[in-house]
C-alpha cells in the first residue's frame, strides 16, 4: 500500500460498518510503542502498592488498607522487627508486640538476631506499624517509601490539613 496522508488514522470496516483495524502514521505508532514499555516498567497504582522501611538493622514492607486520611496499614510475612525496644516505646505498642509473639505472629530469628513477621499483620496505623518495627516511635506516613522513594504522605495518605 502506498499512502500518503496527512497524519490521519484510517480504518477498515466490515461490512456492517464496525472498525476492525486501524491504519495509523508511523509516528503515533512508534509512541504507542513507548507508552506500552513505559507502563511495563510503571508500578501498579493499587491500594496494594508495597511500602517499606528500613532501620536498626531490620526491614519491612505491607500496604495501607482503609481510609486515606486516617489508614491502617499490613505489614507482609517475611518482614523484620527489631528484638529491642527503647524504653520510650509507648507500653501500647510492647503490648502488641507481646500480643504478635504469643499468637505466633512474629518469631525469633536468632539467625538475623530480629523478629520475622509468619503472617501478614494489620495495625491500627503506619505509625504503630513502623513503631513496633524499629523499636522506638516512628511516624509511619513519613519513613515508609515505596519503590519510587514516595513517603505515604507524600502519596497523599494521612490528615489533609483541613478542618
Not at 502506498?2 to 477498515?12: A, W
Not at 495509523?24 to 491500594?47: C, H, M, Q, R, W
Not at 505509625?127 to 522506638?136: R, V
Amino acid at each position: 500500500m502506498n499512502y500518503q496522508g496527512n497524519n490521519k488514522v484510517l480504518f477498515i470496516v466490515d461490512k456492517d460498518g464496525k472498525k476492525t483495524h486501524a491504519l495509523l502514521p508511523i509516528e503515533a505508532y512508534n509512541a504507542l510503542l513507548g507508552f506500552k514499555e513505559l507502563l511495563k516498567n510503571t508500578n501498579n497504582v493499587s491500594d496494594n502498592e508495597l511500602y517499606s522501611f528500613h532501620a536498626k538493622n531490620v526491614s519491612a514492607k505491607g500496604f495501607p488498607c482503609g481510609k486515606r486520611t486516617s489508614p491502617r496499614f499490613v505489614v507482609v510475612k517475611g518482614s523484620q522487627a527489631a528484638l529491642i525496644d527503647t524504653v520510650s516505646l509507648p507500653q501500647k505498642v510492647k503490648d502488641e508486640k507481646e500480643k504478635l509473639l504469643n499468637n505466633n505472629i512474629i518469631v525469633i530469628d536468632y539467625e538475623k538476631n530480629c523478629f520475622i513477621f509468619e503472617k501478614d499483620y494489620e495495625f491500627s496505623s503506619p505509625s504503630s506499624a513502623a513503631s513496633l518495627i524499629c523499636g522506638n516511635v516512628r511516624n509511619g506516613l513519613d519513613v515508609f517509601v515505596n519503590r519510587n522513594g514516595f513517603s505515604l504522605k507524600q502519596s497523599g495518605y494521612g490528615p489533609t490539613g483541613k478542618k
